[in-house]
């Protein structure tokens, strides 16, 4: 039975995940400070094959058994949470990936860096290929978030080439689904929330601004192939479905059925304008490509939190 390692595995993105490792036969390690992440979302996990352990990352990690995978996904991801605690958010980027890098190397494991599309910045390339350098802030309030990552990137390769270690880098997407806190400050949860409370929807500027949302279990797979692959360059995994915040929002309010309004409020600073994942790579690397489209996926995260989604 081999063994993966998942940092912030109290997460969103970690319990989907750690959930998915268990269901293949892996024995599953969880590593989290459940600081923005709740045992919430692993509390269903009946496994002998799973344990938690209670951690935070920027501190030297130390395993007493063999790993197999090292899946490094702890982060500040939610914009609340990165703009609460900015200095933690660039230790995560750093220390964290550092001690996570160490523990690979140490165990011979094979190591996944979970960083984001928001490396790519404001882009002036539509969609977005791994190729592109990005058009990067870093003194603005999301510099703390996006340079942190883009730093882990470099940690990682320079971990590959100069230490041998057998690393991965997935640039992930905006991804939604079950789990995801309801107030965490991204679209999808705000905009469910609010439909689901009959409040008004906001939304930033003029909601012409473009997101690609892929759905949780099709980036799970994801991670899993590119993992288990032999790639170390950086790979995309999103849905290269393109849509506006305003589209977002009319589709939220049509599958909730909700009777809420539309507000406009101004726009955040370095909000980026476009977000489109070029997937050439994850589709001929990894034979990956996502299969869920977003009212699909909005319909099962309605179904998952009780909610009656409405037929579109």
């Known amino acids: 039975m081999a063994t993966a390692l998942v940092t912030g595995g109290a997460g969103f993105l970690g319990s989907h995940l750690c959930e998915h490792l268990l269901e293949q036969g892996y024995r599953v390690i969880c590593v989290d400070n459940l600081e923005t992440s709740t045992l919430e979302n692993l509390e269903h996990i009946r496994d002998d094959a799973f344990s938690f352990v209670y951690h935070d990352v920027i501190e030297y990690i130390d395993i007493d058994e063999s790993v197999d995978f090292v899946y490094h996904l702890a982060a500040l991801a939610s914009p609340i949470d990165y703009l609460r605690q900015p200095l933690h958010s660039l230790k995560v980027g750093s220390y964290g990936t550092h001690h996570a890098l160490g523990l690979a190397k140490f165990k011979r494991a094979r190591f996944l860096l979970a960083s984001t599309s928001e490396v790519y910045g404001d882009p002036q390339v539509h969609p977005q290929p791994e190729a592109y350098w990005g058009n990067v802030n870093p003194v603005g309030p999301?510099?703390?978030?996006?340079?942190?990552?883009?730093?882990?990137?470099?940690?990682?390769?320079?971990?590959?080439?100069?230490?041998?270690?057998?690393?991965?880098?997935?640039?992930?997407?905006?991804?939604?689904?079950?789990?995801?806190?309801?107030?965490?400050?991204?679209?999808?949860?705000?905009?469910?929330?609010?439909?689901?409370?009959?409040?008004?929807?906001?939304?930033?500027?003029?909601?012409?601004?473009?997101?690609?949302?892929?759905?949780?279990?099709?980036?799970?797979?994801?991670?899993?192939?590119?993992?288990?692959?032999?790639?170390?360059?950086?790979?995309?995994?999103?849905?290269?479905?393109?849509?506006?915040?305003?589209?977002?929002?009319?589709?939220?309010?049509?599958?909730?059925?909700s009777r809420s309004e539309i507000v406009f409020e101004a726009l955040p600073i370095d909000d980026p304008q476009i977000r489109q994942p070029d997937i050439t790579r994850a589709r001929e690397l990894l034979g990956w490509t996502p299969e869920i489209e977003l009212e699909e996926g909005l319909r099962r995260m309605l179904t998952s939190m009780g909610r009656e989604p409405v037929s579109v």
């Open 142 to 257: 999301r510099g703390v978030y996006d340079e942190a990552k883009r730093y882990a990137e470099a940690m990682t390769m320079a971990y590959h080439s100069q230490q041998g270690v057998d690393t991965c880098i997935a640039r992930i997407f905006n991804t939604y689904g079950p789990s995801m806190r309801s107030h965490d400050g991204r679209a999808i949860p705000t905009f469910i929330r609010q439909a689901l409370d009959g409040e008004p929807l906001t939304v930033f500027g003029s909601g012409s601004q473009t997101r690609s949302f892929c759905y949780v279990d099709d980036l799970i797979r994801g991670l899993v192939l590119l993992a288990e692959s032999g790639e170390h360059m950086p790979v995309n995994l999103g849905n290269p479905g393109e849509f506006t915040i305003l589209e977002l929002a009319e589709t939220v309010l049509r599958v909730t059925d």
